[in-house]
Each structure stands twice: as structure tokens, then as C-alpha cells.
Nanobody, 120 residues
């Protein structure tokens, strides 16, 4: 059974940093692209970042470029999102997502989420 557990969220002031983590189990982690998506109050899921199964290729939404870094540790089945220069518009629930090789926008396999709140 696929299990994804996010952690590392919290309350941070604008301009601050957070590092999100996702512990994965129940599947061959190193075989899958992984993603981070987020959901702000009253909004739908928004893709943030993706990383290839080997970690060689990463992509970010435009608003995250230069501020967020996605990474993974396949030996430990862990996914990370380093977020710097946080803004109020980054406030959302952040989810770790197992990629679907047949459907790029399938976010159905995800964890419970970790809340990120950016406020002074």
C-alpha cells in the first residue's frame, strides 16, 4: 500500500524558509517521478515542482523558480522541497505526490499534506 507522509510545514514570516519532507513507502520509490503540489484555501490543486526518478531532472512552476528546490534521496525513500524567500501567496497545504507515468496531471496518489502559512 502506497504511503506518503509529509512534514516540515509551519508558520513563517515573509522572506523566511522552510524545508518540507515526504517519507514514502509501499512502492518502488526510485522508479517514480515525484511531485509537490499545493492547495490554497478555496482553490484547486496547483502543481509546484517535479523531479525525475533519478533526481537528474527537475522542473518548477514559474512562481517557484529561483526560490524552491526539489530533491530526493532514493536510498532513504525521501522527497524534499526547500522553500526560500517565502511569500504570503505561498500559503497553502502542500502535498507530496507520486507521479503517474501515463497522466502527468494525476495528483490522486498523495499524502495528507503539511500546512505552510506565510504571515507576519
Amino acid at each position: 500500500q502506497v504511503h506518503l507522509v509529509e512534514s516540515g510545514g509551519g508558520l513563517v514570516q515573509p522572506g523566511g524558509s522552510l524545508r518540507l519532507s515526504c517519507a514514502a513507502s509501499g512502492f518502488a520509490f526510485s522508479s517514480y517521478e515525484m511531485k509537490w503540489v499545493r492547495q490554497a484555501p478555496g482553490e484547486g490543486l496547483e502543481w509546484v515542482s517535479s523531479i525525475s526518478n533519478t533526481g537528474v531532472r527537475t522542473t518548477h512552476t514559474d512562481s517557484a523558480k529561483g526560490r524552491f528546490t526539489i530533491s530526493r534521496d532514493n536510498a532513504k525513500n525521501m522527497l524534499f522541497l526547500q522553500m526560500n524567500g517565502l511569500k504570503s501567496e505561498d500559503t497553502a497545504m502542500y502535498y507530496c505526490v507520486r507521479g503517474n507515468p501515463y497522466k502527468s496531471r494525476d495528483y490522486s496518489i498523495r499524502g495528507q499534506g503539511t500546512q505552510v502559512t506565510v504571515s507576519s
